[in-house]
């Protein structure tokens, strides 16, 4: 009955910008923090951003801080993205996720970052 929605992924040129959308359903969005992870190719899904639930305290990881910022709208039900300086190392598919809850992974949204 959950259901997460990402949006907004595409190509983009290295230094650019991108924001991404999870549309969240079927929960009391405002009560859960929320996170956005990546996973490319071969390689681990990783933790991107957290933010709260009240949209109080984010956190980031390093290889993104600084260019990355997570926010939320509780009354639109949807957490965001915002993705500046994209490096060709950003390209991956990107996931939202209920923090605490165990598989409850989005379809995920594709980010290319590429000349």
């Known amino acids: 009955q959950v259901q997460l929605v990402e949006s907004g992924g595409g190509l983009v040129q290295p230094g650019g910008s991108l924001r991404l959308s999870c549309r969240a359903s079927?929960?009391?969005?405002?009560?859960?923090?929320m996170s956005w992870y990546r996973q490319a190719p071969g390689k681990e899904r990783e933790l991107v951003a957290r933010i709260s639930s009240t949209g109080g305290t984010t956190n980031y990881a390093n290889s993104v801080k600084g260019r990355f910022t997570i926010s939320r709208d509780n009354a639109k039900n949807t957490v965001y993205l915002q993705m500046n300086s994209l490096k060709p190392e950003d390209t991956a598919v990107y996931y939202c996720?209920?923090?605490?809850?165990?598989?409850?992974w989005g379809q995920g949204t594709q980010v290319t970052v590429s000349s």
């Open positions: 079927g929960f009391t969005f405002s009560s859960y923090a």
């Open positions: 996720k209920v923090s605490s809850w165990t598989d409850s």
